[in-house]
T-cell receptor, first 113, second 113 residues
Framework: EPEVTQTPSHQVTQMGQEVILRCVPISNHLYFYWYRQILGQKVEFLVSFYNNEISEKSEIFDDQFSVERPDGSNFTLKIRSTKLEDSAMYFC???????????FGQGTRLTVV | GDSVTQMEGPVTLSEEAFLTINCTYTATGYPSLFWYVQYPGEGLQLLLKATKADDKGSNKGFEATYRKETTSFHLEKGSVQVSDSAVYFCALSELEYGNKLVFGAGTILRVKS
């Protein structure tokens, strides 16, 4: 069964460092998303991406964040200069059409120290 | 903005007990409603959904009915199993607002044998 895969499963980084979280969406999907969950809090929407551009972003998604689909299969989230409060579980999701089911990856746990 | 409120956990039940996890929502328009489940070490999986008032979503013995009058979408199961132990997330999305998912905080369910 097709699935969304995320790497790494856990990343530890020092404050101020850049991190790139990677996702491989399901191959025929067109809509891509990043969500995050700070420990003990809600899963929050970060950004949606369609047709090679951001279609919507939340207020969390500030200038420190960027997304890219560099090669038609990967979908990456970059945090330029990590802060302690960026520590969270980051989920990638994809869907085939705008109103079809969203499939999620297992998440990347980011720990900023 | 849109929001989802679900009962706090953890919920601890004995095998074969009846399960209810409450979920209420606030939305601008007419959202679709979802329950997602996260098993240990895995990503978010769609458990069931309902797209309009009075629809009942069901899967794996779980049910939830879209109640517009009470803005609720409570999850129920008649007889839980140890394998149902997981985190359950209530969520909504509105197609007119980009169809991003808005999640509740999640409820941990622990089922003891």
């Amino acid at each position: 069964e097709p699935e969304v895969t995320q790497t790494p499963s856990h990343q530890v980084t020092q404050m101020g460092q850049e991190v790139i979280l990677r996702c491989v969406p399901i191959s025929n999907h067109l809509y891509f998303y990043w969500y995050r969950q700070i420990l003990g809090q809600k899963v929050e929407f970060l950004v949606s991406f369609y047709n090679n551009e951001i279609s919507e972003k939340s207020e969390i998604f500030d200038d420190q964040f960027s997304v890219e689909r560099p090669d038609g299969s990967n979908f990456t989230l970059k945090i330029r200069s990590t802060k302690l409060e960026d520590s969270a579980m980051y989920f990638c999701a994809s869907r085939e059409g705008r109103d079809t089911e969203a499939f999620f990856g297992q998440g990347t746990r980011l720990t900023v120290v | 903005g849109d929001s989802v409120t679900q009962m706090e956990g953890p919920v601890t039940l004995s095998e074969e007990a009846f399960l209810t996890i409450n979920c209420t929502y606030t939305a601008t328009g007419y959202p679709s409603l979802f329950w997602y489940v996260q098993y240990p070490g895995e990503g978010l999986q769609l458990l069931l959904k309902a797209t309009k008032a009075d629809d009942k979503g069901s899967n794996k013995g779980f049910e939830a009915t879209y109640r517009k009058e009470t803005t609720s979408f409570h999850l129920e199961k008649g007889s839980v199993q140890v394998s149902d132990s997981a985190v359950y997330f209530c969520a909504l999305s509105e197609l007119e607002y980009g169809n991003k998912l808005v999640f509740g905080a999640g409820t941990i369910l622990r089922v003891k044998s």
